[in-house]
């Protein structure tokens, strides 16, 4: 309650110099207050909707409650707004149902290239830090819960050590908290790669950079669930923006922005044959590892960069403003 107070109260004195537009990011119904304070000050109000609200396998009464309220707001302030702003077509659909008369704008994950760029320095530094030496090098970075898809990915792992490849797998984040979560170390455990899966845990940005340079092939190992079609990955971006082998699952509109064999390798959600079959060729094909490095870094500036997007956004909110 007092966060929320402050908040407000920051809104306030936001409203005294004068402004033109409240962004509402995945709003509660806090946002309904929000809304009210800047549009009795003549501001707009957006609202940006990244991903559907969470789904919990044992949800406790605050956790029901909690989703009632996020509920009653995505029922609300889509209608007052006078713009949304989704990250895919699939949300899109779920906001235009709600307020088909609101404009509505897809934003992609942005990503800035000059931070996510490769630094040789920065991956001579992790190498040596993990040990990794001048093995191959499979990452996955980022937050995950049992969605993401660590298990078919480890389970892809074991597969190549039993096939005699030689590389290390770098899993690199924490588990989404709150949510149900895969066990990296009892999966590890389990498939027995101890050995070649190296789990860093949460690193802070520089050190992620670095780990992307270290890595061979960057990897996105969604499974087919509703989660992964309604958003989209920032790792994606971010990936691709580092001019790395990038293998992803064929989920959601993942495939809108990547071409398979391209600048990225298409995999089956959740189907580790697919998903081995890929690392593995990647492992031993060095002209495709490299063809596929080469067309990551303009696909990410294509599709992702926040530079254009950002001015793509603008333009029409000056626009909507004009009206």
């Not at 991956?123 to 298990?151: H, K, M, N, Q």
């Not at 789990?199 to 270290?214: H, I, K, N, Q, R």
């Amino acid at each position: 309650m007092a966060a929320r107070w402050a908040a407000l109260r920051i809104l306030w004195r936001l409203t005294q110099s004068g402004f033109d537009w409240l962004l509402l990011s995945n709003p509660s119904l806090d946002g309904l207050a929000y809304a009210a304070v800047a549009k009795g000050r003549g501001a707009k109000v957006a609202a940006t909707y990244d991903d559907l609200r969470a789904r919990l396998e044992r949800p406790s009464v605050s956790d029901r409650l909690r989703l009632l309220w996020l509920k009653a707001a995505d029922a609300i302030i889509p209608r007052i707004t006078a713009l949304n702003i989704t990250t895919s077509h699939f949300l899109r659909k779920i906001i235009e149902r709600i307020a088909p008369a609101t404009p509505t704008f897809i934003l992609p994950p942005l990503v800035d290239t000059d931070t996510f760029k490769e630094r040789p320095g920065a991956s001579v530094d992790f190498r040596s830090r993990w040990s990794l030496r001048d093995s191959p090098v499979i990452s996955y970075l980022g937050t995950y819960w049992c969605v993401e898809g660590l298990a078919v990915l480890i389970e892809a792992a074991s597969r190549l050590v039993q096939a005699g490849d030689e590389f290390r797998l770098v899993i690199s984040g924490a588990p989404h908290q709150g949510l149900d979560c895969d066990s990296v170390s009892n999966l590890m455990q389990f498939f027995d790669v101890q050995d070649v899966v190296v789990e860093t845990g949460w690193l802070p940005t520089t050190d992620v950079v670095g780990a992307m340079s270290a890595a061979d092939i960057l990897v996105i190992p969604k499974l087919d669930d509703v989660a992964n079609k309604a958003g989209m990955p920032a790792k994606l971006a971010e990936y691709l923006a580092m001019g790395r082998a990038v293998v992803v699952s064929k989920v959601g509109e993942i495939p809108l922005y990547v071409r398979d064999r391209s600048n990225a390798i298409l995999c089956e959600p959740g189907d580790v044959v697919s998903l081995t079959a890929a690392l593995r060729e990647l492992l031993h094909n060095s002209a495709l590892r490299h063809l596929l490095a080469s067309n990551a870094r303009d696909a990410a500036k294509e599709h992702f960069d926040y530079r254009p997007i950002i001015g793509r956004l603008a333009e029409r909110m000056t626009e909507l403003r004009r009206k």
